[in-house]
């Protein structure tokens, strides 16, 4: 049973993995990247997700290497604490609370115990660059309110603050102004460009900046494509530059090698370029990344590169421009039109990602699946082009037909649609192109939906349109004499005093289809197509509409655009009941009878859980986001949990998921912590089939398995009984602690053979610890007449358990009784 304690909203996945500059451990082995709250490690070999670092309580804003020890792991968040990791066991070894909201994070090697960190205290654009003394001391949470002035009026990006030739000084860049503080000397230099609105300077921003890590060389980017490399910077006077140009639009990052030999550069074409030499004859370019480069790190060994780009994904590079791993992320797109949907194959969520593509993201693993290209054509990544939106897109027959509207208007009398529906092919597993139609309709579709019922012979599509009208398209036989094929063809075409069809959905037998015209609901039979009755109550345009399920399949329910949601009986054709609510998300729950609908007020987004048989709801919670949630979706569980309040009860067979206008993907959880949400957390398990080593014992899953079957034959001739585990602290801290904190190998060692040993309780009259009993083991005859005496000692003594007092034999009787088994009975058997 699940510990029931209040629900609370907790993010689920999908947080920006490009939002800082990812950072490689000292071997390569691992790459970190913020997400959201979390630290998240990922192997650089396999790609998998192997800790999440928990622990912030806002959103991290910077991670960086300690410097002293390159098993752990700084980082910074919006909570104004600084925290050490160790990333390797995936634990929390201490936090500096420093009381701010810290927008970046820096360490250096010559630096003793401090970090720097960017700040804003009075004006929220204006921000400092400041030194944090890190304070020794043994207990878990230690302030650090020691704060000493670096640099004033810098951007708030890390990009734009860089640190140069070990140390000795520090480059900060914001707008037209270069910044330069020397540590020894104490000074700062800056340097101007010009900022005039002439189209030469015009664009002289400055972007970025990297500073060489052993030479007196500072790089910095600009929003014209620029590279400038500055020279002699510690006279404000003697100062000089040169320019490197290929980037067409602004250079989002710049990067050093480790041993400065080269430059590595990306932006807006989505081109790794590296400037060998810095100079502008010799360069190199990994070409079509994807998407435009937001941050560019190199690891400290120098034999590996990571991108981040603007589709939420890292590409890891090898040192001789070859990619080598793909992280992706959620893709998040300019806008989620089609909405969230589950593919009822492989239980991913479906939606929007890159322009012209449905994603397939994996909620338990938080990683996208694969990509599915629905408009098939180049994209061209410019602000004037109307591109082709992708805005629709829903699954039939459980998984084996997709359909995908993708639409483009120019002007308003330039509308160019088109229909396409996709079959699963089990041989590629992936989905073909089957049926393409242009303009299925003359206005934007508002909706489509399959005929989803279990005794649907024939799979069936409806969809709706601003032109007054609903088709249905059904599948046909579409063979020749060359092959033969299915394809989609209309079947019927409805509509409804020529108002605009908005809304439609099938009951769950597939008996009933309700489209909205507007204001009005209409009820037609899916077999004849004959509208059997219409619901208008005048509350304003049906935004939202869905059947009830299981028991409450009589029902219909419909929101309002004026805020009224009104709930019919099919049976008696009449409004059962209506409340005022301005629901935006409504939702129902394939598995139950449950209804989610999300509702919009001044103070966020509300949350109602209730089923349509009754107006009253069975759970509510306010405020589960302070922004407009745009999508939701209910996602069935593998394994069911156990809820037993009424109020939970909703969340047993399914969890529900939705999508903020920012895209936060967010999810509703216990107290207690899940092992998806915290997979640091997993206990350590043996798997099946691992060897049965003496190792292997003490996790005590066999032993346990013995215990259960104590019964069996097996079981019951088995003298040697080794303890359980689960309660041992030796095997605990064995198993569980940290290898770089455990005490001595030798100390260990006793622990563990001590654990090992059998107590004294455990042993019966039967064991025999003298020489005596290892003689008489080697006859085979009196070693059968011992197993016949020992199951008859065991028979006492079962007998004998439910008296009071039991018998225990003392040396001397245990002595007596090995006389009588060295006597001869066979003769017995001449009887």
């Given amino acids: 049973m699940v510990e029931e304690e209040s629900l609370r909203v907790v993010r689920c996945g999908g947080s920006e993995l490009n939002f800082r500059r990812a950072v490689f451990s000292a071997d390569s082995k691992y790459v970190f990247c913020v997400s959201g709250d979390f630290i998240k490690v990922y192997s650089t070999a396999t790609e998998e997700c192997v800790h999440i670092l928990q622990g912030h309580r806002n959103l991290v804003t910077g991670i960086q290497l300690n410097p002293k020890n390159h098993l752990q792991l700084y980082s910074c968040s919006f909570d104004g604490m600084i925290k050490l990791w160790d990333y390797t066991d995936g634990i929390l070894i201490k936090t500096f609370i420093v009381g701010c909201k810290l927008h970046a994070l820096f360490t250096l090697d010559c630096a003793e115990d401090s970090v720097f960190v960017t700040i804003n205290k009075e004006k ?60 020894k000397k104490k000074t700062t230099s800056r340097f101007t460009l010009s900022s005039s609105r002439n189209k030469k300077h015009a664009k002289n921003n400055f972007t970025c900046v990297a500073c060489h890590p052993k030479e007196d060389c500072i790089a910095t980017g600009h929003r014209d494509g620029k590279i400038r ?29 480790v041993t400065g030999s080269s430059l590595l550069s990306g932006g807006r074409e989505s081109v790794l370029v590296e400037w060998r030499e810095a100079a502008e004859k010799n360069k190199e370019f990994l070409p079509r990344l994807g998407a435009t480069i937001e941050h560019i790190s190199v690891s400290p060994a120098g034999d590996l590169f990571c991108t981040s780009h603007s ?21 998040k797109d300019r806008n989620i039109f089609t909405g969230l949907m589950i593919d009822p194959r492989t239980k991913a969520l479906v939606l929007n990602g890159k322009p012209g593509h449905l994603q397939f993201y994996s909620l338990q693993s938080d990683k996208q699946l694969y990509n599915l290209d629905i408009i098939q054509q180049e994209y061209i990544n410019d602000y004037g082009l109307i591109q082709i939106e992708l805005t629709k897109a829903a699954f039939g027959c459980y998984g084996n037909w997709l359909a995908t509207v993708e639409q483009r208007q120019e002007k308003e009398t330039e509308l160019e649609l088109q229909m396409k529906l996709w079959t699963y092919n089990k041989k590629t597993q992936g989905f073909v192109l089957n049926t393409k139609v242009n303009m299925p309709h003359e206005d934007h579709i508002t909706a489509l939906c399959f005929c989803n019922a279990e005794k649907s012979e024939n799979p069936t599509l409806v969809t709706t349109s601003k032109d007054g009208h609903f088709k249905v398209w059904i599948l046909t036989d579409d063979s020749d004499i060359y092959k033969k094929a299915v394809g989609w063809t209309c079947d019927f075409v409805g509509s409804y005093h020529k108002y605009q069809a908005t809304n439609c959905c099938f009951s769950e037998d597939g008996s009933l289809l309700a489209v909205s015209f ?49 709930c019919w009986n099919l049976l008696s054709c009449a ?75 909703w969340l047993n067979r399914s969890q529900f998921y939705f999508l903020t206008k920012s895209q936060s993907l967010l999810t509703f959880s216990t107290q207690s912590p899940e ?29 346990q398995q013995q215990q259960d079957d104590k019964l069996s034959e097996a079981l019951e001739n088995e003298l040697v009984q080794l303890p359980l585990t689960e309660n041992i602290p030796a095997i605990s801290e064995l198993l569980h602690t940290p290898a770089h904190v455990l005490p001595s190998a030798s100390f260990l060692c006793s622990m563990f053979v001590n654990s090992l040993l059998l107590s004294k309780e ?68 001449a009887l």
């Fill in 229 to 257: 490399l500055w020279r002699n910077f510690d006279d404000e006077k003697k100062y000089t530059y040169t320019c490197l140009h290929w980037h067409h639009d602004l250079v989002m990052d710049l990067a050093f090698s």
């Fill in 518 to 566: 507007e204001e009005v609901v209409t009820i037609w039979d899916s077999e004849t197509w004959e509208l059997k009755c219409t619901f208008c109550q005048r509350a304003g345009k049906i935004r939202q509409l869905c059947f009830g399920r299981l028991t409450c399949s009589k029902y219909l329910l419909g929101a309002t655009e004026n805020g009224i949601l009104c």
């Fill in 311 to 331: 589709d939420n994904k890292m590409i890891i590079i090898h040192r001789n421009l070859e990619a080598s791993a793909v992280i992706q992320g959620l893709v």
């Fill in 124 to 183: 929220p654009d204006v921000f400092q660059l400041v030194s944090v003394k890190l304070p020794k001391s043994s207990s878990q949470e230690v302030e650090a309110k020691e704060l000493s002035f670096v640099l004033d009026y810098i951007n708030q990006s890390p990009k734009c603050i860089a640190f140069g030739n070990e140390g000795e000084y520090v480059a900060a860049v914001r707008d037209f102004y270069l910044s330069v503080y020397f540590f």
């Fill in 762 to 829: 455990t042993k019966s009259a039967e064991e025999i610890p003298d020489d005596v009993s290892m003689e008489e083991e080697k006859e085979s005859v009196d070693s059968d007449e011992e197993n016949n005496f020992t199951e008859e000692v065991q028979d006492t003594n079962n007998t004998d358990l439910g008296k009071d007092i039991i018998h225990q034999l003392s040396k001397s009787e245990e002595k007596e009784l090995r006389k009588f088994r060295k006597v001869d009975y066979s003769w017995i058997t």
């Fill in 675 to 703: 092992e998806k949400l915290t997979p640091t957390s997993k206990q350590l398990l043996a798997e099946e089939t691992l060897p049965t080593t003496p190792f292997y014992f003490i996790l005590g899953k066999h032993r």
């Fill in 575 to 649: 409004l059962e009941w209506s409340a005022k609510l301005n629901v935006r998300v409504m939702e129902p729950d394939p598995n139950s009878e449950n209804i989610a609908a999300i509702s919009q007020s001044s103070m966020g987004s509300d949350l109602f859980v209730f089923r349509p048989s009754e107006p009253r709801p069975l759970y509510i919670q306010k405020n589960i986001s302070r922004e407009e949630v745009q999508w939701g979706v209910f996602v069935p569980r593998d394994v069911p949990e156990s809820f037993t309040s009424e109020a939970y009860q």
